[in-house]
């Protein structure tokens, strides 16, 4: 699992690859640490090329959703493939965040 983080103004786009499984979450922690920081603008989270996500990536998602909201700012899922898309239906993630 990678991730790579860009801020452009106002803007943070981080770029997910590969899969999002709980070992990846406990070592993607910090970085999601990072853009909660950044949260009180616009983060995307770009899912072009992200192939699975768990329930405690559903939750990194989750906290920097909350971080956002307590800030002022908002979180952009972007780009998620048919089977992540399924997982977030069926977790009603569909309806907390917007989707691009």
């Not at 899969?19 to 990846?24: G, I, K, N, S, V």
């Not at 090329?49 to 979180?75: C, D, H, M, N, P």
């Not at 899922?77 to 977030?88: A, E, H, K, M, Y």
């Amino acid at each position: 699992m990678q991730i790579n983080i860009n801020t452009q103004g106002n803007e943070t786009v981080a770029t997910l690859s590969g899969r999002l499984d709980t070992p990846a979450s406990i070592e993607l922690a910090e970085q999601f640490d990072i853009l909660a920081g950044k949260a009180g603008g616009t983060v995307v989270l770009d899912c072009s090329q992200l192939e699975y996500i768990s329930s405690s990536g559903l939750r990194l998602f989750l906290t920097l959703r909350k971080a956002a909201a307590t800030k002022g700012g908002k979180v952009i899922v972007r780009g998620i493939n048919s089977d992540v898309r399924s997982v977030f239906m069926i977790t009603g993630f569909l309806n907390l965040f917007e989707i691009q």
